[in-house]
């Protein structure tokens, strides 16, 4: 049974021998070899492969040119292993097991590893979730499409090469800015403080940062996920308030040509923008180009009645990370009506031409547009400072021919308070303003007056009333009118026109005082009703809207001193 076996096994060996050369090699040595092969008792399998090997030279280099080829594709195989094993995903550790042994034994032969594994663990404590599972290697962390903000990371190495080294990382949170930077797994962020990750950056340490790249990029709200980044530099948005939703990190080879994200020319993180950053100018009337302002200052003027001719805006940012788009502004003007869309720089409206911007509208695009409100108030003639129009808006008015005379504008980041009252930004009506109420007799008679001071004193006997006048001849205007009581028929008032040259505290007799005179004839004076003799509250006689007296004009004792302390000498007074 044996020797039948090993016949079997020698017969299987020059088969597949035969089958592998069977292109070089001619059939008939194989056969004839097998014809002429006698099984000897003290024959072993070796020994028959050495006979054929001798007594056939060709075979034996063929076989050996074999075993020469299998093992430069093992070679080969295995510098290709090595090549991946940087790339700092997988193990370079040579596992092969089928090893060749002259011997038959059960131990197995230990293979030392000729690799190296480098990668990068690390896990996002989430909004509403908390700590999520560790994951590795470009694997995202956070998540997406759920609106949810990334409060807290940490970040473990993984190395098993012999270079000295660690990651240290930092995260930009909401309400404190950047934080100090942590290694070694340590937190980066907060918890349970409901604060959001806005931005991350990180870097390799010692020896491993100069054989190796950090990648990492970040998943933003509004935004998506923002271009690959590395070594140290911003992931995700600065100013902007916008949450960290996910994020990626890989560890490449800087001898890697191939399996490695690519840098583009895209921001990596995007950075807000201050009011400050916004600056405008405008054209005034009588005045020409104004100073520059920045957000939320006035350009133009108020109080003064001049119009806005122009406006110019522009806009500074970080030319490096600044966000898309920019803002388009156009005004309405006297006789033209809209003009075109203008942007940044640009001037809007007319010069030299005395036409009145009479509305305007403003608005962002792009990222601007994603992240900010911008929002404008005019001041138009007859009705002042208007609400703020916003993102559009027409803010001024139009139809009515009112002049804007000043302008106010603020960048506002999405979700910020408004700088004020948004009701009332536009206006297509005009102020309502009744005629004037025909002149009444006594303001008729005051315009053909002059008084060598700014007031004027006229007294209706009849009506029993008198009027005081402020301004000048021609343009008097009343600023109070007041029941008063002239002489009786018996002591009428002197009628004509005087002038005002004395004044005194107070005059009467034993049994009366009249408070507060003022003298504009002889002994006529305009004075008090009657008190009690020295009383200011114990009136005798009060009696007014009559002709009552003995041919001075009475009155309320407040209207008499009023006349007394601010009617000066030299003004007019007429009795008719």
Known sequence: MKKLISIMLVSVLILATSTVYADELSDGIVENEIGNLEVDSNVTENTVVENIAIENPEIENKVSSSDQLSSEENDESSEVDKNIGKTGYLTGTNTDSDTDSDTDSDTDTEIEPDEYYIGVRYAAHVQNIGWQNEVSDGTTSGTTGRGLQIEA???????????????????????????????????????????????????????????????????????????WTKNGQISGSIGLADRVEALEIRIIDKNELSNKPEITSEKSYLQGLANSYLTYSSHVQDIGNMPWVSGGNITGTTGRKLRIEGININLSQDTVHSLTGTIMYRTHVQDIGWTGWKTLGQYSGTSGRAK?????????????????????????????????????????????????????????????????????????????????????????????????????????????????????????????????????????????????????????????????????????????????????????????????????????????????????????????
């Open 356 to 576: 009145q911007v009479e509305a305007i509208e403003i608005k962002l695009t792009g990222q601007l547009a994603t992240f900010y409100n911008i929002y404008y108030s005019s001041h138009i003639e007859n009705y002042g400072w208007l609400g703020w129009a916003s993102n559009g808006q027409t803010s001024g008015s139009t139809g009515i021919s009112y002049r804007v005379e000043a302008l106010r504008i603020n960048l506002v980041r999405k979700g910020a308070p408004a700088p004020g009252r948004v009701a009332n930004y536009y206006k297509n009506k005009p102020v309502y303003t009744p005629k004037p109420a025909a002149l009444d007799v006594m303001s008729q008679n005051a315009q053909v007056r002059a008084s060598s001071t700014r007031w004027l004193i006229m007294t209706d006997t009849s009506a029993c009333q008198v009027g005081v006048y402020s301004g000048s001849y021609g343009n008097w205007s009343r600023v109070a009118l007041w029941s008063c009581g002239p002489g009786k028929p018996s002591t009428p008032t002197v009628k004509g026109e005087f002038i005002i040259y004395g004044r005194g505290k107070s005059f009467g007799s034993r049994f009366y005082t009249c408070w507060y005179y003022t003298q504009f004839y002889g002994n006529y004076l305009f004075h008090s009703v009657l008190y009690n003799r020295g009383s200011m509250t114990q009136i005798q006689d009060g009696t007014l809207g009559k002709q009552v007296s003995h041919g001075c004009v009475r009155l309320d004792i407040n209207n008499a001193k009023w006349l007394y302390d601010n009617i000066p000498n030299g003004t007019k007074v007429v009795i008719y």
């Open 153 to 227: 990371i940490n970040i473990v190495l993984d190395n098993s090469t012999s270079y000295s080294g660690g990651i240290s990382y930092a995260s930009h949170i909401k309400n404190i800015g950047w934080q100090n930077e942590v290694s070694g797994g340590n937190i980066s962020g907060t918890v349970g403080r409901n604060l959001q990750i806005e931005a991350i950056k990180m870097h390799l340490t010692g020896e491993l940062s100069e054989h190796f790249d950090i990648y990492y990029r970040t998943h933003i709200a509004d935004v998506g996920w923002m271009p």
